[in-house]
């Protein structure tokens, strides 16, 4: 009878461990350019486990109780902006709760700046950056990387520390429209993008963070199958806090049949162990 009390009490603690610390053990996170495709969300969840999706050029989120979420449409008035959209930048969580954090950006639908609370109480700082391409006065033709500078202007401040709350790490991802490559192709060799790109990056890189998919694919991968172009752009990053770096139990891009239906991007996902 001892042994089985003994059993009993062993069962229960471990199915309140469960309980209590599951869900947090894993935390999946998807960041995609989704391409306006309701589809998106249930291939995310159900297919991929999505416990976090950042999207970009997302529609609303579906109705879902389960589901938290945060979602602006890129307006007119959006800095640089040449016309408004009917989508925008959405971050959702399957569980634990999401607050917007505004870093006093004019930006709106092509940033999404978030503290995201897992079931545990760890606090994530979210920042999804979508690269709007934009005119400019003194420039020729629209462009994207003076808008995502002034987005990581706004955010800068956040990490640094002036703006409140602060969170555990920061995860700084999304569809920035520049690939590391593009300062020496012959599409843009000689224009003002193509000057460009490798000092972007790296700026995010000096913000104490680390480049996912540099550490995944140093050769770099494609993110993008584009219309204009065969070249496998990888115009989609992923970055997280350098000392959060460590917690990173997988980094993939997904391209398969499904998700070539969905969208012309592919989905990242990065996995982090919260033990």
Same mark, same amino acid.
């Given at each position: 009878?001892?042994?089985?009390?003994? =059993?009993?009490?062993?069962?229960?603690?471990?199915?309140?461990?469960?309980?209590?610390? #599951?869900?947090?053990?894993?935390?999946?996170?998807?960041?995609?350019?989704? +391409? %306006?495709? *309701?589809?998106?969300?249930? =291939?995310?969840?159900?297919?991929?486990?999505?416990?976090?999706?950042?999207?970009?050029?997302? *529609?609303?989120?579906?109705?879902?109780?389960?589901?938290?979420?945060?979602?602006?449409?890129?307006?007119?008035?959006?800095? #640089?902006?040449? &016309?408004?959209?009917?989508?925008?930048?959405?971050?959702?969580?399957?569980?634990?709760?999401?607050?917007?954090?505004?870093?006093?950006?004019?930006? *709106?639908?092509?940033?999404?700046?978030?503290?995201?609370?897992? %079931?545990?109480?760890?606090?994530?700082?979210?920042?999804?950056?979508?690269? !709007? !391409?934009?005119?400019?006065?003194?420039?020729?033709?629209?462009?994207? =990387? !003076?808008?995502? +500078?002034?987005?990581?202007?706004?955010?800068?401040?956040?990490?640094? #520390? %002036?703006?409140?709350?602060?969170?555990?790490?920061?995860?700084?991802?999304?569809?920035?429209?520049?690939?590391?490559?593009?300062?020496?192709? &012959?599409?843009?060799?000689?224009? &003002?993008?193509?000057?460009?790109?490798?000092?972007?990056?790296?700026?995010?890189? #000096?913000?104490?963070?680390?480049?996912?998919?540099?550490?995944? =694919?140093?050769?770099?991968? %494609?993110?993008?199958? +584009?219309?204009?172009? &065969?070249?496998?752009?990888?115009?989609? +990053?992923?970055?997280?806090?350098?000392?959060?770096?460590?917690?990173?139990?997988?980094?993939?891009?997904?391209?398969?049949?499904?998700?070539?239906?969905?969208?012309?991007?592919?989905?990242?996902?990065?996995?982090?162990? !919260?033990?």
């Amino acid at each position: 009878m001892e042994k089985i009390n003994e =059993y009993l009490i062993f069962m229960m603690w471990a199915a309140r461990c469960r309980d209590t610390f #599951g869900p947090q053990l894993r935390m999946r996170v998807i960041c995609w350019n989704i +391409h %306006q495709s *309701k589809a998106a969300w249930d =291939y995310a969840v159900d297919s991929l486990g999505g416990d976090v999706l950042i999207f970009q050029e997302s *529609k609303n989120p579906p109705a879902d109780p389960k589901i938290s979420s945060i979602f602006d449409i890129i307006q007119a008035d959006e800095p #640089g902006a040449m &016309k408004p959209r009917t989508w925008g930048n959405s971050t959702s969580v399957m569980s634990g709760s999401i607050e917007r954090v505004d870093v006093g950006s004019e930006y *709106k639908g092509s940033l999404n700046t978030a503290i995201i609370t897992t %079931q545990g109480e760890r606090k994530i700082g979210i920042a999804n950056i979508y690269g !709007l !391409l934009e005119k400019y006065p003194d420039q020729p033709n629209p462009v994207v =990387y !003076l808008g995502i +500078h002034r987005k990581l202007d706004n955010v800068e401040r956040w990490i640094n #520390g %002036q703006v409140e709350p602060k969170p555990e790490f920061f995860i700084v991802c999304g569809d920035f429209n520049n690939d590391r490559r593009m300062d020496d192709h &012959k599409t843009f060799k000689g224009s &003002k993008q193509g000057r460009t790109s490798n000092e972007l990056l790296d700026r995010v890189i #000096g913000l104490g963070m680390t480049d996912l998919l540099a550490v995944a =694919y140093p050769d770099f991968i %494609q993110t993008i199958r +584009h219309n204009r172009s &065969k070249f496998p752009w990888q115009l989609d +990053h992923f970055f997280v806090s350098n000392r959060a770096a460590s917690l990173v139990t997988r980094i993939e891009v997904i391209d398969n049949p499904q998700v070539r239906e969905i969208s012309d991007h592919n989905p990242i996902v990065v996995d982090f162990d !919260l033990t």
